[in-house]
């Protein structure tokens, strides 16, 4: 079995600061890329940074500038920095991976799998 673990949320002022951390464990062959989606009242779930396995990031235009992804390849973990977070951040947070898995007992075949953590609250207030 494959999971993800997510910590850190939580409510903060506007104008500070909060960092996610998501760890990857199970059978894992490798994680190919890691990232954090964001999903509003009301709103579709929507992209906010992701590290590719080629180590390229990508992060939502509202939140460039004020949020910073990082990964751990060995640890097969990443987290998620927030700063000068506005109202409009809060959400719950989910970690997303994409990972090759060992799938079976000793004769194991690999597969593809996207996994999502349980998501994390971050509420600003203003």
């Known amino acids: 079995q494959v999971q993800l673990v997510e910590s850190g949320g939580g409510m903060v002022q506007a104008g500070g600061s909060l960092r996610l951390s998501c760890a990857a464990s199970?059978?894992?062959?490798?994680?190919?890329?890691m990232g954090w989606y964001r999903q509003a009242p009301g709103k579709q779930r929507e992209l906010v940074a992701a590290d590719t396995s080629g180590g390229s990031t990508n992060y939502a235009d509202s939140v460039k500038g004020r949020f910073t992804i990082s990964r751990d390849n060995a640890k097969n973990t990443v987290d998620l920095q927030m700063n000068s977070l506005k109202p409009e951040d809060t959400a719950v947070y989910y970690c997303n991976a994409q990972m090759t898995i060992r799938d079976g007992g000793p004769w194991y075949t690999l597969r593809s799998l996207e996994v999502w953590g349980q998501g994390t609250l971050v509420t600003v207030s203003s």
């Open positions: 199970g059978s894992i062959f490798r994680v190919n890329a």
